[in-house]
């Protein structure tokens, strides 16, 4: 077993993490990885053999949150990655658009242009995650579809969003669920991250008063990943 754990450390499969005094074993994330079946986070110092019927997001390491360790960021992007395959036709293309709500290092609003949606927009209030933001989305060439922002979430006033991301805490989550409401087009989707499992019903339960309907839960790790459906 030690053997084995050296050889994956050696190939960089696995590295060490180190926090608040503890030190574990995980999938290292200074290489390519498959965190979706089409999207793989990449450091962009590292080259990622194409694997087909997947896109490359490049995320550099930085403080801003969404490096891609979290599972809540993992469970944000499978969500992502849900929502569009669902309703490939109806919330990608040219005229489709992503709103990242807390965007941290710009990693959802990324993948989600990636993948096809036309444009997006990034909002955060930390000096730091916008400026890691828009360093990500100059590696990825989006410079032209994704603009990244400090406004408030209420200064928004762009139309509607066919697709909007926001991983979050569940009190932030519930303050901002009628305004986001009213930013998702119809027949559009909300993906939301940032919560445990026990408080899945009583964000459930907001949505559903906004006549939202679920259409995928995923848990990981301690957290949970929702994706809700707009009606119509």
């Not at 030190?23 to 390519?32: I, M």
């Not at 965190?35 to 694997?51: D, H, M, T």
């Not at 890691?132 to 410079?143: H, I, M, P, Q, S």
């Not at 995928?216 to 929702?226: C, I, N, Y």
């Amino acid at each position: 077993m030690r053997r084995a754990l050296k050889e994956r450390i050696a190939a960089g499969d696995l590295s060490y993490t180190q926090e608040s005094g503890i030190t574990w074993l995980e999938v290292s994330f200074d290489r390519p990885l498959r965190v979706s079946p089409r999207i793989v986070l990449a450091p962009p110092e590292k080259e990622a053999q194409p694997v087909p019927g997947t896109t490359r997001v490049v995320i550099a390491a930085g403080a801003a949150f969404g490096g891609g360790r979290h599972p809540t960021t993992r469970l944000a992007l499978r969500g992502i990655d849900f929502a569009l395959a669902a309703r490939g036709k109806q919330r990608s293309g040219p005229q489709s658009r992503v709103l990242d709500v807390g965007t941290g290092s710009g990693v959802l609003v990324i993948a989600a242009v990636r993948l096809g949606v036309g444009s997006g927009v990034g909002i955060d209030l930390d000096p730091c995650a916008l400026a890691e933001a828009k360093a990500n989305v100059r590696f990825n060439g989006l410079e032209d579809r994704i603009r990244v922002s400090d406004e408030p979430l209420a200064g928004i006033d762009e139309g509607a969003f066919t697709l909007i991301a926001a991983n979050l805490r569940l009190p932030t989550l519930i303050e901002t669920a009628r305004l986001l409401a009213r930013r998702c087009r119809p027949g559009g989707a909300i993906v939301l991250s940032g919560i445990r499992p026990e408080e899945e019903r009583a964000l459930l339960a907001v949505y559903g008063r906004l006549g939202f309907q679920p259409t995928r839960r995923e848990s990981e790790g301690g957290w949970s990943g929702l994706v809700v459906d707009a009606p119509g």
